[in-house]
Antibody
Framework: EVQLVESGGGLVQPGGSLRLSCAAS????????MNWVRQAPGKGLEWVSAISAISGSGESTYYADSVKGRFTISRDNSKNTLYLQMNSLRAEDTAVYYC???????????WGQGTLVTVSS | EILMTQSPATLSVSPGERATLSCRAS??????LAWYQQKPGQAPRLLIYGASTRTTGIPARFSGSGSGTEFTLTISSLQSEDSAVYYCHQYSHWPPSMYTFGQGTKVEIK
C-alpha cells in the first residue's frame, strides 16, 4: 500500500524558514517524480514544485514562479523521503502542503494527508 | 499559462440523479487531463486520468470524457458519499510549472 506522510508544518513568522518532509512507502520511491501541491485556506489547489526521478543526468527540479528562489525541493532516495525547504516565507504561503506521487505520466496518483504551514506574526 | 475553467461552481443534485461537471482549457490538452475528488478535511484523491481512465478502486458510476479543450466528469447515479469538491488538472504542456488546476466544482446533495 502506497503511503505518503508529511511533517514539519507549523507556525512561522514572516521571513522565517521551515523544512517539510514527506516519508514514502509502498513503492520504489527513487523511480518516481514527486511533487508538492498546496492549498490556501478555503481555496483551490496550486502546484508548488516537482523533482524528477533519478536518472543518468541527475535530478531535475521545477518551481512555480511564486516560490522560485525561496523554496528548494530535494529527495533522499536512501531514506525514501521528499523535502521542501521554504525560506523567506510570506503570509501568502499559508496553506496545507501536500506531497504527491506522479503516476505513469504527470498526474498525481497518490497524495499525503497534508501539513499546515501558517505564516503570521 | 493554460487556464482551466470549471463549471458550474456549485452543483446541487438529488441522490440517484446524474451529475455532469465541465472543465474547459484555454489550449488543447489532447487527453492529458485528470480529475480529483476532495472531501472536507481530506487530501485530494485521483479519480480519472488520461481524460477517461478510471484509476483503481474508483466506482464505475464515475466516468470521464472529452479531449482537446472540453472535458466532462459524469457521476451517473449520485450517492451521498459523492458530496465533495472536484478539480480538473491539466498536465499537457511541459515543464511541470505549466501544469494547472481548475478552480473546482462543489457537488452538493439536494
Amino acid at each position: 500500500e502506497v503511503q505518503l506522510v508529511e511533517s514539519g508544518g507549523g507556525l512561522v513568522q514572516p521571513g522565517g524558514s521551515l523544512r517539510l518532509s514527506c516519508a514514502a512507502s509502498g513503492f520504489t520511491f527513487s523511480n518516481y517524480p514527486m511533487n508538492w501541491v498546496r492549498q490556501a485556506p478555503g481555496k483551490g489547489l496550486e502546484w508548488v514544485s516537482a523533482i524528477s526521478a533519478i536518472s543518468g543526468s541527475g535530478e531535475s527540479t521545477y518551481y512555480a514562479d511564486s516560490v522560485k528562489g525561496r523554496f528548494t525541493i530535494s529527495r533522499d532516495n536512501s531514506k525514501n523521503t521528499l523535502y521542501l525547504q521554504m525560506n523567506s516565507l510570506r503570509a501568502e504561503d499559508t496553506a496545507v502542503y501536500y506531497c504527491a506521487k506522479e503516476g505513469s505520466t504527470w498526474y498525481y496518483d497518490y497524495w499525503g494527508q497534508g501539513t499546515l504551514v501558517t505564516v503570521s506574526s | 499559462e493554460i487556464l482551466m475553467t470549471q463549471s458550474p461552481a456549485t452543483l446541487s443534485v438529488s441522490p440517484g440523479e446524474r451529475a455532469t461537471l465541465s472543465c474547459r482549457a484555454s489550449q488543447s490538452l489532447s487527453s492529458n487531463l485528470a480529475w480529483y475528488q476532495q472531501k472536507p478535511g481530506q487530501a485530494p484523491r485521483l479519480l480519472i486520468y488520461g481524460a477517461s481512465t478510471r484509476t483503481t478502486g474508483i466506482p464505475a458510476r464515475f466516468s470521464g470524457s472529452g479531449s482537446g479543450t472540453e472535458f466532462t466528469l459524469t457521476i451517473s447515479s449520485l450517492q451521498s458519499e459523492d458530496s465533495a469538491v472536484y478539480y480538473c488538472h491539466q498536465y499537457s504542456h511541459w515543464p511541470p510549472s505549466m501544469y494547472t488546476f481548475g478552480q473546482g466544482t462543489k457537488v452538493e446533495i439536494k
